[in-house]
């Protein structure tokens, strides 16, 4: 019984380059969240979708950023053009499409992303 | 004022003491609140949900709410090293989609042997 799954643990990108980050939700899940964490900070909230949708992306940085959740698949998260800003820690967490008001999602091991 | 607020610390205990860790929440949050740990280099991991008035129980640890006051607790009773983590403190948002969860900045506490 698996739980979130990402992939990869660690990502080393040249500045300028592509960064893409994968996230595998709960079985059953439908519902992906990602979240990031810059060093020594809190967790920010980036972007919600749910299959084939984007819920909430109102965390996402304007441009270069793009997060989607195809029918068949992972999550992906796309950082294009990376920046020593986008080193970072990404998380990403699922759940069913009906919760209680006192579920808590489980996150995955995350992707640390360093860019150099 | 942002939604869920923590003092960074470190709050650093003894071995054996109670650790209490406090968080803070604004009219914009709901009512259903999280407690995650987090271990350096690790991710986080669930603890705790509280959502009613009142205290919450489960081992040596208990969530306390206040809804009057707006805040929330985390007691961790007989504190060991291996508590040494940060502590972030989650809530849902008023008419927020989904499941979707915001964080405070977490706190970091040292349980010193």
């Known amino acids: 019984n698996a739980g979130v799954m990402q992939n990869p643990r660690h990502l080393v990108r040249r500045r300028g380059q592509e960064a893409r980050l994968r996230c595998s939700p709960m079985?059953?899940?439908?519902?992906v969240y990602w979240y990031r964490q810059l060093p020594e900070e809190g967790l920010k909230f980036m972007v919600y979708?749910?299959?084939?949708?984007?819920?909430?992306e109102s965390g996402m940085p304007k441009e270069r950023f793009s997060a989607e959740f195809p029918k068949e698949g992972p999550s992906i998260l796309r950082i294009q053009q990376v920046v020593r800003g986008d080193s970072a820690a990404y998380f990403c967490a699922s759940s069913p499409r009906h919760t209680q008001a006192n579920y808590g999602y489980t996150f995955g091991s995350g992707t640390r992303l360093t860019v150099v | 004022q942002k939604e869920v607020e923590q003092n960074s610390g470190p709050l650093s205990v003894p071995e054996g003491a109670i650790a209490s860790l406090n968080c803070t929440y604004s009219?914009?949050?709901?009512?259903?609140f999280f407690w995650y740990r987090q271990y350096s280099g690790k991710s986080p991991e669930l603890i705790m949900s509280i959502y009613s008035n009142g205290d919450k129980e489960d081992g040596r640890f208990t969530a306390q709410l206040n809804k009057a006051s707006q805040y929330v607790s985390l007691l961790i009773r007989d504190s060991q090293p291996s508590d040494s983590a940060t502590y972030l403190c989650?809530?849902?948002?008023?008419?927020?989609?989904?499941?979707?969860?915001?964080f405070g900045g977490g706190t970091r506490l040292m349980v010193k042997p």
């Open positions: 079985k059953g899940h439908s519902h």
């Open positions: 009219d914009r949050v709901s009512q259903s």
């Open positions: 989650a809530a849902r948002l008023r008419g927020g989609a989904g499941n979707m969860l915001t």
């Open positions: 979708l749910q299959k084939e949708n984007i819920i909430d």
